[in-house]
C-alpha cells in the first residue's frame, strides 16, 4: 500500500510501544515489572464517576459545542484565574480529546509548511511527530543534564533563525520531571518577546509537584508575554483520568478559534459524557484525592530514587514534579557489554523481565524512563531486578 509521505517517517510512541509489549509478555504468563506507564495508577474519584453515570442517565449523550461545553469552559476560566492568576474569556479556551489532540491541533492550525518549532531535549516522544505531521521542521536544543534538562535563554536563541513560529515548555518535565523557576521562565520569555516567538507551555503535570517549588506559568508573567503563549493542560494526570480524554488549550482568541474550526471537522466535540465528568473534577470542592495521590508519588520518588543510585553506573537526578525518573544508564550499559542503552533496555526485559523507556525516544540516548506510577512493592522489586542485572552483566 502506498500511503501517505507524511506518515512514512512517522515513529509509534516508544512509552505505548513498551507498554504493550510488558502487556503482552504478561499475557504469555511472565513475571513482568512495567515502568512504562505514563499514568496514575489510582481509581478516577468516585465523584467524577457519579457525574458522568448522571450525565448518561439524563442523556446528555449527544454532539455538543465543538470547543465544549459553556460549563465546562467557565470552570476551566475559573481554574486558571484561582491556580494560576490567569483571566481568560470562554472564546479563548478550547475543550479538546486529551491534551495531545490540544497540541496536535495546536500545530495543525499554527504551522505552515518548513515553519519552526524549537523543541528542548529530553522531549516528551509526541512533540516532534505532531511537528511534523502538521508540515513543521521540530528543531531540538539539548538541555544538558548537568544544567538539571532545562534549556538556557542562550541556547534557545541560539537556535531561533528566521522560520522559528514557536517554542515548547513542558514544566513540569515528562521525561525528566524538572520544573522551571520564575525567573528562568522570565529569561526565556523574554528571548521569545524579542524574537516574537510563540510559546506553547505544556502543563499538564502541573499539580504533581514534590517540594516546595510552586509551579509558574510562563502566561503569567506579563501581559506580553501572555498574548504569545498557549497553554495546554487537562484533567487526565491531575485526576487519574487518563482515558475519558479531556484537556484543554488557553491562548489568543485568534487561535483558539482555528482550533475550534479544525476540531469541528475532526472530532467533532469531545465525549459528551467525559466533558460532565471533567466538571464535577474542577467543580467538586474539599476533594483529596489528589492530596493522596501525591503524598504516595512523593514517597515512591524518594525511595526509587535512592534504589536508582545505589545501583553502579547509574546516576539519577532528583526531579521536583510528574512522575518519572529519568536516569542516565550510559556507564551501566557500557559495564555490561552493551553499545547502547536501547539494547541494554531489550536485555533488561528480555532477562529480567524489567519494562523501562529507552531515553532515545525522548531524544536522550544515554537515559531511560521510569515511571514511578506504580505500586511501591513493585518498584522495589524493580530497582533490585535491575541491580541484579547490573552486577551479573559486569
Ligand atoms: N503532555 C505531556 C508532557 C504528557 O506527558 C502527556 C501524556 O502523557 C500529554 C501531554 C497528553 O495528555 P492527555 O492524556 O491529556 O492527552
Known amino acids: 500500500m502506498n500511503l501517505a509521505k507524511r506518515v512514512k517517517?512517522?515513529?509509534?510512541?516508544?512509552?505505548?510501544?513498551?507498554?504493550?509489549?510488558?502487556?503482552?509478555?504478561?499475557?504469555?504468563?511472565?513475571?513482568?515489572?512495567?515502568?512504562?506507564?505514563?499514568?496514575?495508577?489510582?481509581?478516577?474519584?468516585?465523584?467524577?464517576l457519579d457525574a458522568a453515570m448522571e450525565a448518561m442517565n439524563d442523556g446528555r449523550t449527544k454532539y455538543t459545542p465543538s470547543g465544549g461545553i459553556a460549563e465546562l469552559k467557565d470552570a476551566i476560566v475559573n481554574k486558571f484565574q484561582t491556580d494560576n492568576q490567569l483571566s481568560y474569556r470562554p472564546d479563548q479556551i478550547i475543550v479538546t480529546t486529551g491534551a495531545k489532540h490540544a497540541l496536535y491541533t495546536l500545530f495543525q492550525v499554527l504551522l505552515d509548511e518548513t515553519d519552526e518549532v524549537i523543541?528542548?531535549?529530553?522531549?516528551?516522544?509526541?512533540?516532534?511527530?505532531?511537528?511534523?505531521?502538521?508540515?513543521?521542521?521540530?528543531?531540538?536544543?539539548?538541555?544538558?543534564?548537568?544544567?538539571?534538562?532545562?534549556?538556557?535563554?542562550?541556547?534557545?536563541?541560539?537556535?531561533i533563525t528566521?522560520?522559528?513560529?514557536?517554542?515548547?515548555?513542558?514544566?513540569?518535565?515528562?521525561?525528566?520531571?524538572?520544573?522551571?523557576?520564575?525567573?528562568?521562565?522570565?529569561?526565556?520569555?523574554?528571548?521569545?518577546?524579542?524574537?516574537?516567538?510563540?510559546?506553547?507551555?505544556?502543563?499538564?503535570?502541573?499539580?504533581?509537584?514534590?517540594?516546595?517549588?510552586?509551579?509558574?506559568s510562563v502566561a503569567q508573567l506579563s501581559q506580553e508575554l501572555n498574548e504569545h503563549t498557549i497553554v495546554i493542560n487537562g484533567v487526565s494526570k491531575s485526576h487519574s483520568m487518563t482515558g475519558w480524554r479531556i484537556g484543554y488549550a488557553a491562548g489568543p482568541q485568534e487561535i483558539i478559534k482555528a482550533m475550534t474550526n479544525l476540531a469541528s471537522h475532526s472530532t467533532s466535540n469531545p465525549t459528551s459524557i467525559a466533558q460532565y465528568a471533567a466538571l464535577a473534577a474542577y467543580e467538586q470542592a474539599g476533594d483529596t484525592t489528589l492530596e493522596e495521590m501525591k503524598k504516595v508519588f512523593a514517597e515512591r520518588l524518594e525511595m526509587l530514587h535512592a534504589l536508582l543510585n545505589d545501583i553502579p553506573g547509574v546516576s539519577c537526578i532528583k526531579p521536583k514534579g510528574a512522575f518519572y525518573l529519568f536516569p542516565n544508564?550510559?556507564?551501566a550499559a557500557s559495564n555490561c557489554g552493551y553499545a547502547n542503552v536501547d539494547d541494554w533496555v531489550a536485555a533488561l526485559l528480555e532477562e529480567e523481565k524489567v519494562a523501562v523507556v529507552p531515553g532515545s525516544g525522548f531524544g536522550s540516548e544515554d537515559n531511560i524512563r521510569l515511571s514511578y506510577a506504580t505500586s511501591t512493592e513493585a518498584l522495589k522489586e524493580a530497582a533490585e531486578r535491575i541491580k541484579q542485572f547490573v552486577i551479573k552483566h559486569q
Not at 535563554?153 to 541560539?158: C, I, M, R, S, T
Not at 513540569?172 to 528571548?191: F, H, I, Q
Open 162 to 216: 528566521e522560520k522559528t513560529k514557536a517554542v515548547i515548555i513542558n514544566s513540569p518535565s515528562n521525561p525528566t520531571g524538572m520544573m522551571y523557576t520564575k525567573a528562568e521562565l522570565k529569561a526565556l520569555g523574554e528571548v521569545c518577546l524579542k524574537h516574537n516567538i510563540l510559546i506553547v507551555s505544556d502543563e499538564i503535570y502541573e499539580k504533581l509537584i514534590y517540594t516546595d517549588d510552586e509551579h509558574v
Open 9 to 48: 517517517t512517522l515513529s509509534p510512541s516508544s512509552t505505548l510501544a513498551i507498554t504493550a509489549k510488558a502487556k503482552e509478555l504478561k499475557q504469555q504468563g511472565h513475571d513482568v515489572i512495567g515502568l512504562g506507564a505514563g499514568e496514575p495508577d489510582f481509581n478516577t474519584p468516585q465523584y467524577i
Open 329 to 331: 544508564v550510559k556507564e
Open 119 to 159: 523543541v528542548p531535549t529530553p522531549y516528551w516522544v509526541s512533540y516532534p511527530e505532531q511537528v511534523k505531521l502538521a508540515g513543521g521542521n521540530p528543531v531540538f536544543v539539548t538541555a544538558k543534564e548537568d544544567n538539571h534538562f532545562k534549556m538556557t535563554p542562550q541556547e534557545l536563541e541560539a537556535a
